[in-house]
């Protein structure tokens, strides 16, 4: 499979909104694993279709829970609570922000064999959940941060902490 070139802030294909998956193909099949490889490559924990170029209602998640997540066609169903913390984006390097985003997140999708599925995520599970779900609808992190964005240090990029 292949690594894929990240856009970044700037890239008008980050502001568009993504089409829904109506089938799994297997260039579909394929996206979906270099969307994994470019995420892991990059130290990320999330990942969507557009941050590849591709408009595609597509996002995979690994927040290091022991599962890797495909979340295709999602949608927020239901969120509670409320936690503010340090956010950051692939498409966004070097930049770090405080973000305040539910604490409980449910959402229904379709997984990579477009079988319906719900998902349930607290905290950092929820934080990245909603992050690559704004980048469907073309929005960015940035416009949610509260204050000014932060330089980060390539040791917390290496580290994952920030970078979703």
């Known amino acids: 499979m292949a690594i894929r070139k990240i856009r970044t802030i700037g890239d008008e294909i980050l502001r568009k909104h993504c089409k829904p998956v109506k089938e799994i193909t ?19 924990v999330g990942l969507a279709a557009s ?3 591709i408009l595609k209602q597509i996002v995979v998640i690994d927040v290091d829970d022991g599962n890797q997540y495909v979340l295709i ?77 932060e330089d980060v240090s390539l040791d917390e990029e290496e580290e994952g902490e920030v970078e979703e």
């Open 51 to 53: 941050q590849v170029g």
């Open 73 to 149: 066609n999602p949608e927020i169903v239901e969120t509670r609570g409320s936690q503010t913390g340090p956010e950051g984006c692939l498409s966004v390097p070097g930049k770090s922000g405080t973000v305040t985003r539910p604490e409980y997140v449910k959402v229904k999708a379709f997984d990579a064999s477009m079988e319906p599925f719900e998902l349930e995520g607290e905290g950092f599970l929820a934080r990245a959940i909603c992050h690559e779900c704004d980048h469907l609808n073309g929005d960015l992190y940035v416009d949610k941060v509260e204050g000014e964005l």
């Open 26 to 44: 297997p260039r579909i099949t394929e996206l979906i694993v270099d969307m994994f490889e470019t995420m892991y490559e990059t130290n990320g």
